[in-house]
T-cell receptor
Framework: DSGVTQTPKHLITATGQRVTLRCSPR?????VYWYQQSLDQGLQFLIQ???????AKGNILERFSAQQFPDLHSELNLSSLELGDSALYFC?????????????FGEGSWLTVV | QKEVEQDPGPLSVPEGAIVSLNCTYS??????FMWYRQYSRKGPELLMY????GNKEDGRFTAQVDKSSKYISLFIRDSQPSDSATYLC??????????????FGRGTQLTVWP
């Protein structure tokens, strides 16, 4: 158990809909990262938050947004969903002293868009 | 050209074999090098972490980094069926807006048969 909690584990929704994925980082970790894993693209970095503020942005679509709350949990909002958004969405967290060995991944939220 | 290249395999070996997994990269700013293991679309689990060049050994696993060639390797000795998984290499730069952001290879699917 990495200590990073993601909900829901599985989600099936229709095209055009909106969903929210939730992540609770490891206790004390200030950074939260969101990654998308699809069969054809592998693991792709979406966005990073540090202590409530956006720190870095990757290949995140404009239809997607995220935020980190004062209690450090984070939510990833996916809207106007398309079939191609079907993927595993991972949240990861790290502590203050990032050294590569402190990034832990959750078990992921498996999104299927039909 | 992707920043991190990894042969997706699949790789199939008999139990007890030595497995060699490799990645190449193009960004000379990468300083942190990691190997993750991922079972059946579960969350990636950190296996090995190396900072800059050199070798690191942990039990049956050895990670090597050659920054001059931009090439990293993971060796698994005495491979076991329980090692069957997808192995992902990941890298990160130490500072700036990319701090903490991991760049992943596509992953190599390994099967160890009894």
């Amino acid at each position: 158990d990495s200590g990073v909690t993601q909900t829901p584990k599985h989600l099936i929704t229709a095209t055009g809909q909106r969903v929210t994925l939730r992540c609770s980082p490891r206790s004390g970790d200030l950074s939260v990262y969101w990654y998308q894993q699809s069969l054809d693209q592998g693991l792709q970095f979406l966005i990073q938050y540090y202590n409530g503020e956006e720190r870095a942005k990757g290949n995140i679509l404009e239809r997607f947004s995220a935020q980190q709350f004062p209690d450090l949990h984070s939510e990833l909002n996916l809207s106007s969903l398309e079939l191609g958004d079907s993927a595993l969405y991972f949240c990861a967290s790290s502590g203050r002293g990032f050294g590569g060995n402190t990034i832990y991944f959750g078990e992921g939220s498996w999104l299927t868009v039909v | 050209q992707k920043e991190v290249e990894q042969d997706p395999g699949p790789l199939s070996v008999p139990e007890g074999a030595i497995v060699s997994l490799n990645c190449t990269y193009s960004n000379s700013a990468f300083q942190y090098f990691m190997w993750y293991r991922q079972y059946s679309r579960k969350g990636p689990e950190l296996l090995m972490y190396t900072y800059s060049s050199g070798n690191k050994e942990d039990g049956r696993f050895t990670a090597q980094v050659d920054k001059s060639s931009k090439y990293i390797s993971l060796f698994i000795r005495d491979s076991q069926p329980s090692d069957s998984a997808t192995y992902l290499c990941a890298m990160s730069a130490p500072r700036g807006s990319t701090l903490g952001r991991l760049y992943f290879g596509r992953g190599t699917q390994l099967t160890v048969w009894p």
